[in-house]
Each structure stands twice: as structure tokens, then as C-alpha cells.
């Protein structure tokens, strides 16, 4: 992934259900990308908030999560999306 990657194709493939077994965060030519927030929400994968791209997508994540779910499986998703952003 260090070479040539393109985030958007990434995204396609988690869609799909298909993730890496490694966090995107590891890989420093896309650590940065909005959507590498996306494919991690969606893999179950840790990362890290590094712009303000990836923070509004976190604050999309949080609301469709909201609308989705109860308060408590809301809250649990809420604590496990910001352990890391915290630290």
C-alpha cells in the first residue's frame, strides 16, 4: 500500500465487506485521506484523526450511527470511535 494506492478504490472494496488486516494508519501515503476514516469504521480497525477532513467524517459517522441505533449502542460507538482520538 505504500506505493500507489487509491483510497477511493480501498473504499469500494470495504463496501463490498472485503477489509485489510492491517489499520490504514500504519501506511503513510493514505494515513491522511478522509476516507480512511470510513474503511476503518467499517473494518472495526483503529485510527487515528490527523485532519479536519477526518474529523468531519468521524462527526458523519457519529450521526449515522445516532439515527441507526439506540442511545445505548450509540454511546458504546461513540467511546470505542474516540479512545484513540483522546490519546
Known amino acids: 500500500l505504500n506505493s500507489e494506492c487509491d483510497p477511493e478504490k480501498l ?3 470495504a463496501k463490498k465487506g472485503i477489509f485489510l488486516d492491517e489499520p490504514l494508519l500504519k501506511y503513510e501515503k493514505i494515513k491522511n485521506h478522509e476516507y480512511v476514516v470510513d474503511i ?3 473494518g472495526k480497525q483503529f485510527y487515528t484523526i490527523n485532519n ?7 462527526k458523519f459517522w457519529y450521526n449515522e450511527i445516532k439515527i441507526k441505533k439506540n442511545k445505548e449502542i450509540t454511546r458504546n460507538w461513540v467511546m470505542m470511535l474516540f479512545v484513540n ?3
Request: charged fraction near 25%; proline fraction near 0%; avoid cysteine.
Open 40 to 42: 476503518s469504521i467499517m
Open 52 to 58: 479536519k477532513k477526518q474529523y468531519n467524517r468521524l
Open 85 to 87: 482520538f483522546i490519546k
Open 11 to 13: 473504499l469500494y472494496i
